[in-house]
């Protein structure tokens, strides 16, 4: 797997998709709760983004509980929360879980990592689906999320390594000396 150490929206200025780890959640006014991280820049770069993704969420939402699979955010229907955006170079995965009485809330659970790993197993699929060839994957869920650095990013290579769709790209505060760039 090609590894970047950087900023990744360099990568998407390079023809990559990028993946942004969001919570499952709403506010009010209906838009996804994108306040920090990877989702505060995405919105900043891309502002129709927030409200096409909180639609998109409450959508799903109504589909799981109209057909009775409603659950404390399933990590088996992490594809059905993985959303390529219509328009930009976005694909967003949950990494926090719906929290269905307070949706508004889900942001202030800590990442959920068998709902991070099915959202990785669901990229190939969303990649073949949506004719993707080129993906950058940060260590989803390790940043304000709260889950352990290296063990995403093992998590990471063991189900995306081998797929030279996916590259994945590490925090520029991780390159040698500010070293940025790819490596290997």
Same mark, same amino acid.
């Given at each position: @797997? ?20 969001? #919570? ?6 209906? &838009? #996804?709760? @994108?306040? /920090?991280?990877? &989702? ?6 891309? %502002? ?18 109209? &057909? ?8 088996? =229907? ?14 967003? @995965?949950?990494? /926090? ?10 942001? /202030?659970?800590? &990442? ?8 990785? @197993? ?5 990649? *073949? ?8 994957? %940060?260590?989803?869920?390790?940043? !304000? *999320?709260? !889950?352990? $650095? ?19 790209? =590490? $925090?520029?505060?991780?390159?040698? /000396? ?7």
């Amino acid at each position: @797997m090609k590894t970047y150490v950087g900023d990744i929206w360099r990568l998407v200025g390079e023809g990559y998709h990028a993946v942004v780890p969001v #919570n499952i959640g709403w506010r009010s006014d209906g &838009a #996804n709760v @994108m306040g /920090k991280g990877l &989702a505060l820049q995405a919105r900043y770069r891309y %502002p129709e983004c927030e409200a096409w993704l909180g639609r998109a969420q409450r959508n799903m939402a109504s589909a799981i509980k109209d &057909a009775g699979i409603e659950s404390k955010g399933s990590p088996t =229907l992490a594809r059905h929360w993985t959303f390529a955006y219509s328009d930009g170079p976005l694909i967003f @995965m949950p990494t /926090k879980p719906l929290n269905w009485e307070a949706p508004w809330a889900s942001w /202030k659970s800590p &990442a959920d990592p068998e709902l991070v790993r099915f959202g990785l @197993m669901a990229l190939p699929e969303l990649a *073949g689906e949506k004719g993707i060839e080129k993906i950058a994957v %940060p260590l989803v869920g390790a940043g !304000l *999320g709260g !889950l352990d $650095p290296d063990g995403v990013e093992r998590t990471i290579r063991e189900i995306l390594g081998a797929d030279p769709r996916f590259a994945l790209v =590490l $925090p520029k505060e991780l390159a040698p /000396k500010g070293k940025t760039g790819w490596r290997n």
